[in-house]
C-alpha cells in the first residue's frame, strides 16, 4: 500500500502537502512550523498538537490519511512549556 498525499493547514496560515506516513515534526518544519519538544519520546507532552480536534504527540506520530485528503492542524498551548 502507497502513501496517499494529504494536504496539511497549519496555524500560520501556510498550507503543505506531505505523505501519509510522514514524521510531524519534519512536516512541520518543511511548512516553516515550530513544534515545541521535550523528551522526544512520547512522555512529557510538550509536542501535543491538534489534528482536526484530535490531540496526537508530534514527536512519535505520523500523519494519518485522510479521507477527505485534508487536515488542519493547531498548536497546543500551555503556559508552562
Known amino acids: 500500500m502507497s502513501a496517499t498525499p494529504v494536504?496539511?493547514?497549519w496555524p500560520n496560515g501556510h498550507t503543505s502537502q506531505?505523505?501519509?506516513?510522514?514524521?510531524w515534526l519534519v512536516?512541520?518544519?518543511?511548512?516553516?512550523v515550530t513544534i515545541?519538544?521535550?523528551c522526544l519520546g512520547g512522555s512529557c507532552g510538550a509536542c501535543?498538537?491538534?489534528v482536526n480536534g484530535r490531540v496526537v504527540r508530534a514527536c512519535i506520530a505520523t500523519v494519518p490519511p485522510s479521507r477527505t485528503g485534508s487536515l488542519?492542524?493547531?498548536l497546543a498551548s500551555d503556559p508552562y512549556w
Open 48 to 50: 501535543e498538537i491538534e
Open 27 to 32: 512536516a512541520a518544519e518543511q511548512a516553516s
Open 36 to 38: 515545541p519538544t521535550g
Open 72 to 74: 488542519t492542524v493547531e
Open 18 to 23: 506531505v505523505a501519509s506516513g510522514s514524521s
Open 7 to 9: 494536504r496539511l493547514h
